[in-house]
Structures are given as C-alpha cells and as structure tokens.
C-alpha cells in the first residue's frame, strides 16, 4: 500500500534541474565537467538590485506582504506591460508569484479542472505536462513539425481540440527549441482558441531573449479577444539573472486573477517581501545590462551554431530566441537517457535528455554559461558524436 496519490505516479522529477546538480556534484567531487544543462544566466544579478533589496531588508520589510504581491512592484508591473508591450492592465489583473515556475501552476490550478484537456505543442518546456498532471487535468501533447519551426498550427491546434480541451500553453521565445512566433502566427492559433473558448497561456519569460532582428510578440497584444482569453506569464529569472530570488508575473483576464489570488493566499501567503523590492529595482532601474547580455549570448549562439553544423551525425535547427540548442541525435541512435548518461560519464559533458521535452530523438544544450565551457564541452560533444 502507498501513501503517495495516484495521479503523482506519473510525475517526473524536473530532469532540468536533475542533470543540473548530477554535473554540480561531480565536478564538487574534482571532475572536470562542462554543464549546459540549466537554462540559468551565469550572470550575477545586478548590483543596483541586490542593494534594494539590503536597504529593504533594513527598513524591516521582512513581514507578509498582500498575497498578490506588493503594490508598488505590482505598479511597476503594470507600467512595464504598457511601455514594452502597450497592454493595459489594471493592477487588481496582475499578481506577483513566486518564480513563473510558479505563475504557470497557478493559472493552469486557477483554469483546469479534474479531466479537463491542455494542449501543450512539443518540443515543450519540462514541467507543463507534469503541471498539469499534478493540477488533476490531462496534458495533450501535440508534436509540432521542424519544417515549420517547431511552431504549433492553426490547424494542428483545430485538429487537437476535443469537447475537453481548456487551454492551449503557448511559449514563445520557446524553450527548448528557440522559435519565435510571428503576429501572423499568434493571430491564426487566438481565432481558433476565440471561436473554441480555449484559454491560452502565453509564456513569454524569454521575451527579451531574441536574435537576427526578431520581434518578440506578447499573445495579448494580437487583438482584444487576445488579451480576454490569454494569461500572460514573465518574470525576471532569466533577464534579470534571478533565478534564486523567486519572482515571476502573471496578467489576466479579471476572474481568473481573482482566481490566482485566491490560491497563492492559501497556499504560498506572499512572495519573499524584501525580494520583491529587489523586483522593482529591476524593472525600473537601468536596462542598459539587458542588451550587453543579450550581445553576450548571440555571440555565444553564433560560435555554437558554426561548431554544430560541423560536428557529425547531429542535426540542429538556428534558434532565433532563448537560450538554448535542440539538436537532433537521430543518426546517432541512442535514446537520449543513454546518450546524455554517456556524454556526461565518459566525455564529461552535461545535456538535458530531450525526452523531458518530449523529443526523444535530441539533446538540449544551453549556452547560458561561459564561452570556454562552451568550447571545452563541443569538443568533447564532437569526439563524442565521431565515435558514434
Ligand atoms: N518558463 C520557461 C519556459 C522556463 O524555461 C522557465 C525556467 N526558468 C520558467 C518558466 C520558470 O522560470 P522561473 O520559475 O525561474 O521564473
Ligand atoms: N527553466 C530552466 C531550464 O529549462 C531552468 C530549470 C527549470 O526551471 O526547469 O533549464
């Protein structure tokens, strides 16, 4: 007899996370590993907003804060959405949630019930499908082609819809595969949801992660019957390199933020207070850090996508956001469990299994580390894929 809840036997740790301490723990042991497993900026957060964050701690903003989050970070919130990507929202639609790991499992609990169907286009980021598992409801995956991107359709999403169907999670500049979706694009997939009644979930936590002149296009924007059925997902992980701090936001429509109020007030009370001070450092201080990091990782992107198209037996597709490679493994005929356990024991090289993303046939290689580590690491990848 178990004591664990049935729908839990089908939840996978988070394999991103799970690659990423297995290469911390050996090279704490004295190996010499190259990791591009976590997609975590090797950034240091910046001074400006660790010092808001001392001066908070001081002034004593060490108590609970409203569950949605602080006004004032809320407002800041508000005024980004506005200037960067004109959507108007009225703070009472915004809520501060604890890292967008966190936003994502709020809006799917605050939308899906037991039986209720998401629809998720793979290659997908890790924890959708388990998100929604936990949440009671069913992940429909839906594969998506190379030829197009690895962009949902409009009529691949028509054709996965079912009398069951609530959501449709959307994540562009998408990771793992780093494809953009254009207006157009955005614009087909909401007519579908529109006329279907289908809640979308726009991602967009690489939004300024974007390459070759590529325009990031937030969901909401398309047209008004965008922004009343999508919920718009940020946070400041990624472009802030503040992964540890736990900060991510979400925009939407009035009841389901009422909704997502409701369960972080049950079940996490606040976000950190004084981290949320830090939040507001961020996103109203200088943004200037922003492009030298984004010059930094298309570089990064460049070198790595020159040195891929010359390693054998591996296929890769130019990403044009994010940070990160899928590249294809299928003549080399391992499935990806095996191929990323003998990369990293025999060759020193950590990769997230794209079976986590529902890609068996792949490896994701991230490129939020150093160039030398890059380097180092695609010359063991090469090695690797010439022996096999
Ligand atoms: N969405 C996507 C697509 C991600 O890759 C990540 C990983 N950081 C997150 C959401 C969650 O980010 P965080 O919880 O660190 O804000
Ligand atoms: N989102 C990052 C990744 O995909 C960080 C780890 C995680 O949250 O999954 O690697």
Redesign the pocket.
């Known amino acids: 007899m178990s004591f664990i809840a049935e729908k839990f036997s089908e939840i996978a740790p988070s394999q ?1 996370l799970a690659i990423t301490a297995a290469a911390k723990k050996m090279r704490d042991e004295g190996q010499d590993v190259a990791s591009f497993g ?3 900026p090797d950034f240091d957060t910046p001074q400006h907003i660790k010092d808001a964050c001392i001066e908070a701690l001081q002034d004593g903003k060490t108590k609970y804060t409203p569950a949605t989050g602080i006004p004032e970070l809320k407002e800041a919130v508000a005024a980004k959405f506005l200037l960067e990507n004109g959507l108007e929202y009225e703070e009472s639609q915004i809520s501060i949630n ?7 499992y709020n809006a799917i609990l605050a939308c899906c019930d037991p039986e209720d169907e998401v629809i998720i286009p793979a290659p997908y ?1 890790t ?1 959708y499908p388990e998100m929604v598992r936990l949440s009671g409801a069913e992940p429909y995956v839906v594969e998506t082609k190379r030829e197009n991107g690895w962009k949902l359709t409009a009529d691949e999403f028509e054709e996965a819809i079912s009398g069951r169907t609530r959501m449709l999670i959307l ?1 562009s500049p ?2 793992p595969t780093g494809s953009v979706y254009s207006k157009e694009e955005l614009e087909a997939l909401v007519e579908v949801a529109e006329s279907e009644d289908i809640i979308i979930l726009s ?1 967009e ?2 939004e300024k992660l974007v390459y070759n002149d590529k325009k990031h296009v937030s969901t909401a924007t398309v047209s008004e019957a965008a922004k009343n059925l999508t919920i718009t ?1 940020n ?4 472009v802030y390199s503040m ?1 540890g701090w ?3 936001y979400t925009a939407a429509p009035p009841e389901i933020a009422k909704a997502i109020g409701i369960i972080q007030s049950h079940t996490t009370s606040n976000p950190t207070s004084f981290a949320q001070w830090g939040g507001i450092a961020a996103l109203q201080g200088d943004q200037n850090m922003i492009t030298d990091m984004v010059e930094e990782y298309d570089m990064r992107r460049q070198y790595m996508m020159s040195r891929l198209q010359g390693i054998k037996n591996v296929d890769v597709v130019e990403p044009e956001g ?1 940070f990160y490679f899928l590249v294809d493994t299928t003549k080399i005929g391992l499935n990806s469990m095996n191929l990323t356990e003998k990369l990293l024991s025999r060759y020193l090289v950590a990769a997230v299994p794209g079976a986590a993303f529902g890609y068996d046939q792949s490896i994701r290689l991230s490129y939020a580390t150093s160039l030398d580590i890059i380097k180092k690491g695609l010359d063991r990848f090469e090695e690797f894929c010439h022996a096999h």
């Open positions: 991103t976590a997609g975590e604890c890292g967008a790991k966190h936003s994502c980021w924890s994540n998408n990771n991602d936590i690489y997902i946070g400041l992980s990624k992964t736990r900060l991510g994010a």
